[in-house]
């Protein structure tokens, strides 16, 4: 599948809906959105938004409930120049307001029931906010211009195509932009990675304010294939997510590996299950090794299983990795693989200088997938967004991931070893949280884990681990660690949990396991 070359995103689309009007883009319950409707319903609420004062530049927020009008104001904006940002309706009014009077939105595109959460919050003076599911509203749209808003050769490539609010460190969430050219390259790498053409459908799983569903919108709507959108309700019931997945026909799935082991725990995922699926993809966190060799054993046959990692902060997705029946035994993470076309890297150390091949450092990111730094956020941009300090003979960005790596010499793989900010320095040993999950997720017994440290008082810190092993007992899980790590490393508590709480994005809540040690009365 080639493609004509397009400057920005909302050509690219424009170029797919032209040649191909009557092919399906969207998959809902009522009926399939073709290209040539989405298109022209993406014109006509662009003009809408024109007329509530949208321009070039200014961002539009949306409530994104995976309808046909949301993704309209999606590709609404990017035919604007306008950068949008996805909301979670369900984020606290405190974490809404935040981010709102970061982006200082001109408009908000929402559906009656999530715009009600704007009632908390303090909309930037000016702003409208606008309810799509309105009768008024779709009868002013609908008597909008079909044809596309002028301007759209005034998108260039470094006009900022989204904003995607992730977590801070520091309490306050950060803004990650991405631009017109950084999503283009993405859409050649899902387009090439996973051969999509346009008998494809990709789940839309993921919720549209988590990174991950940049993989679902870009790679599916901009290379001529469907997206089959699945509902909150829909994901949360592993049962209805596997028949919805099946009833559209879904071809390629990406989640976060958590969903996936709901999904295997609740014996709803069986060998006859998505019949017409040729590759599941998974990324965001560690998959254990017990869940994974299950859904090998289920799909591996036919099915393409690949991790991916990539941060929010370049375009979703920066290496991938194909699994075989040798990954299954070892007891460390999956490889995070090659590097992707078109990125490069440096692995540093301490100091800034590169790591010897095969010892751990920081792994830093170059290439035209890195994004532009923090919307209005100079500082963090700073601190992140730096100089290649390899490289003193020409400005070149390089994005500092947090995330240390080694390189295996002989695969030319990258392998994750643990985050900057998870390491921790216990009884003298410096010791990544992440080796202890991995070895732990690597028991038969074992669905699911996680591994917090905590100094309660003054006192030394303690190791706690926390496993979902419905048949294990905590004292049998730590004998059968102590074959796998050195003493040092060896949880000081395990606790059995049914399950393990969740964050919005779907991935293990450490932060709410701290919390509950608190409410326990555990000092963390």
């Given amino acids: 599948m080639t493609h004509s070359r397009c400057n920005n995103l909302a050509e690219h689309f424009i170029s797919l809906a032209t040649a191909r009007p009557g092919a399906p883009a969207l998959r809902t319950d009522d009926a399939d959105i073709t290209y040539g409707q989405l298109d022209a319903l993406s014109n006509q609420v662009a003009h809408r938004l024109v007329g509530a004062g949208l321009r070039r530049g200014s961002v539009l927020a949306i409530f994104h409930d995976k309808s046909a009008w949301a993704y309209a104001g999606m590709l609404a904006a990017l035919k604007l120049g306008s950068p949008y940002v996805n909301l979670d309706s369900n984020s606290p009014p405190h974490r809404l307001q935040k981010i709102l009077d970061r982006c200082g939105p001109t408009a908000v595109w929402t559906s009656q029931d999530f715009g009600q959460r704007l009632?908390?919050?303090?909309?930037?003076?000016?702003?409208?906010?606008?309810?799509?599911?309105?009768a008024n509203t779709q009868a002013a749209v609908r008597r909008c211009p079909d044809d596309p808003p002028p301007g759209l050769d005034r998108i260039h490539g470094n006009t900022p195509a989204y904003i995607m609010f992730t977590s801070g460190s520091t309490g306050f969430p950060k803004g990650a932009t991405m631009t017109h050219a950084n999503v283009l390259n993405?859409?050649?790498?899902?387009?090439?990675?996973?051969d999509i053409t346009?008998?494809?459908?990709?789940?839309?799983?993921?919720?549209?304010?988590?990174?991950?569903?940049?993989?679902?919108v870009y790679g599916s709507l901009f290379n001529g294939a469907m997206l089959a959108p699945l509902t909150e309700e829909i994901v949360r019931q592993p049962m209805q997510l596997v028949r919805a997945a099946t009833a559209a026909g879904c071809t390629i799935w990406f989640s976060v590996p958590s969903l996936l082991v709901y999904v295997l725990r609740?014996?709803?995922?069986?060998?006859?299950?998505l019949p017409a699926l040729r590759a599941m993809s998974f990324g965001g966190e560690g998959f254990p090794k017990a869940q994974l060799r299950t859904l090998y054993g289920l799909l591996g046959h036919r099915v393409r299983l690949v991790n991916v990692?990539?941060?929010?902060?370049?375009?979703?997705?920066?290496?991938?990795?194909?699994?075989?029946p040798a990954d299954l035994v070892p007891d460390e993470l999956l490889p995070l693989g090659h590097i992707a076309p078109n990125f490069d890297y440096v692995i540093l150390d301490g100091n800034n200088n590169a790591t010897p091949t095969g010892e751990v450092g920081e792994l830093c990111l170059i290439g035209p997938n890195v994004g532009k730094g923090y919307w209005r956020d100079p500082q963090r941009t700073a601190g992140s967004f730096v100089q290649n300090p390899l490289n003193d003979a020409y400005p070149e960005t390089v994005y500092r991931t947090g995330d240390l790596v080694r390189l295996n010499p002989q695969t030319g793989h990258i392998h994750f070893c643990g985050r900057k900010d998870n390491q921790i320095k216990h009884m003298g040993y410096r010791i990544e949280l992440e080796e202890i999950e991995a070895a732990l997720g690597s028991l038969d017994a074992v669905d699911e884990c996680a591994v917090i440290y905590h100094r309660p008082d003054e006192r030394p810190g303690r190791i706690v681990a926390f496993a979902v092993a419905p048949t294990a007992a905590p004292d049998d899980l730590l004998d059968t660690l102590r074959e796998k790590l050195p003493t040092y490393m060896i949880p000081n508590e395990l606790q059995i949990e049914s399950v393990?709480?969740?964050?919005?994005?779907?991935?293990?809540?450490?932060l709410a396991l701290k919390e509950q040690r608190k409410q326990q009365g555990v000092a963390v």
């Fill in 119 to 134: 009632d908390d919050v303090a909309l930037p003076a000016g702003t409208a906010c606008i309810a799509y599911d309105e």
């Fill in 186 to 194: 993405f859409v050649i790498w899902a387009r090439d990675t996973f």
């Fill in 198 to 216: 346009y008998e494809d459908v990709l789940t839309g799983a993921n919720p549209p304010y988590f990174d991950n569903s940049v993989f679902d």
């Fill in 266 to 273: 609740m014996r709803a995922l069986t060998a006859e299950s």
């Fill in 309 to 324: 990692y990539g941060p929010t902060e370049c375009t979703c997705i920066c290496s991938s990795y194909d699994v075989s």
């Fill in 500 to 510: 393990l709480p969740k964050n919005r994005n779907g991935k293990v809540n450490r």
